[in-house]
């Protein structure tokens, strides 16, 4: 099998290339990413020389350079996302619209004209299209979807294009839609690594709004299971609901809390922050029976993930201390120390 993924370059996709290319060694892989200020070459270093895998830096929104690409391959599978909600809303919101909505009709355009019918094409959503969900619910696939950022309504447009191809062109399409992610070579805006790595430069933590949100945190290999086996297993123009199911459910104090205590320091570290994110959603929890019928269901327990990830970021300074030095430093500081 040939695989066109696109975003590989990021925290999910060069964790679900590794992951595809230790398990199907057989199976060739092109990386197709535009190498934006989170895409980073340096995720996939152990892997570059691997025959089997090529990459090419490439906008999803270039419809020839997509189609040209796409000639030999059976199945696209698209990471590529502006994915930060904080810079959807305050900082460059269009952009989530171009890559997101419009990438992804790109995308399905030129899978749409090529000349090789291709096998596949899976859509990497999110929880947060559903939008905020009361507990005890949980959302499922059939769900109407109420985004409440831009960036989940990004990931909206993105996920009715697919659909619409679907029906409208009988394209083999499917969705993922995923909760919150954590793991290695996650870049260090979001939640996780942006904690360990400022506790472990010695700095405090910016926690929004009393850190009551509650996410269903799952690890990154978890993850691209799923997606495998959507892959090999999953019914064309059906949508997949992905997430750990957090047994008690966590608040994102809770992390802070416990990242603070395996960093070894103590909670004078966490800096409350107030109004960054307006339209702040308080839980995301998914249904995730549809893809347990499947035969997947998590293995990776919270308190295990982690302390791997944790143990990743201290042993992997290298990668972090540098991409914190230069165009995230500006975002944080215009972010954080106004």
Not at 97 to 118: C, H, R, W
Not at 172 to 201: A, D, H, M
Not at 212 to 236: E, F, N
Not at 279 to 308: M, T
């Amino acid at each position: 099998m040939k695989i066109f993924v696109t975003g590989g370059a990021g925290f999910i996709g060069s964790n679900f290339i590794r992951y595809m290319m230790k398990k199907y060694p057989d199976y060739k892989i092109v990386n197709y990413d535009k190498l934006t200020y989170a895409g980073n070459l340096d995720n996939l270093k152990d892997i570059a020389d691997n025959p089997n895998y090529k990459f090419v830096q490439g906008d999803i929104c270039d419809y020839d350079k997509v189609a040209e690409n796409i000639k030999d391959v059976d199945t696209i599978i698209n990471f590529a996302a502006d994915s930060h909600v904080d810079r959807s809303i305050g900082h460059n919101p269009g952009d989530f619209i171009q890559t997101d909505v419009y990438g992804t009709f790109t995308l399905l355009e030129a899978m749409k004209n090529s000349k090789k019918p291709l096998e596949r094409f899976i859509q990497i959503s999110t929880d947060e299209v559903y939008g905020d969900i009361e507990a005890p619910n949980f959302s499922k696939e059939i769900d109407p979807l109420k985004p409440s950022s831009p960036y989940s309504a990004s990931k909206a447009g993105g996920d009715l294009q697919v659909m619409a191809a679907y029906r409208t062109f009988d394209l083999p399409v499917l969705i993922t839609r995923c909760t919150n992610n954590y793991g290695p070579y996650q870049y260090p805006e979001k939640l996780i690594p942006l904690f360990v790595t400022n506790l472990l430069e010695d700095e405090k933590v910016p926690l929004y709004d009393g850190g009551t949100q509650i996410r269903d945190w799952l690890y990154v290999d978890d993850h691209c299971s799923a997606i495998d086996l959507v892959l090999h297993k999953g019914a064309l123009g059906e949508i997949y609901n992905v997430g750990a199911n957090n047994d008690p459910e966590i608040t994102n104090l809770e992390i802070t809390k416990k990242a603070i205590e395996m960093c070894g320091k103590d909670e004078s570290y966490i800096e409350p922050v107030e109004g960054i994110r307006p339209g702040h959603d308080q839980r995301y929890a998914v249904d995730v029976a549809k893809i347990k019928k499947l035969g997947w269901q998590a293995e990776v327990e919270f308190d295990e993930g982690i302390e791997r990830t944790i143990k990743w970021y201290q042993d992997n300074k290298w990668w972090w201390e540098k991409i914190k030095s230069g165009e995230f430093k500006k975002y944080y500081d215009k972010q954080y120390k106004k």
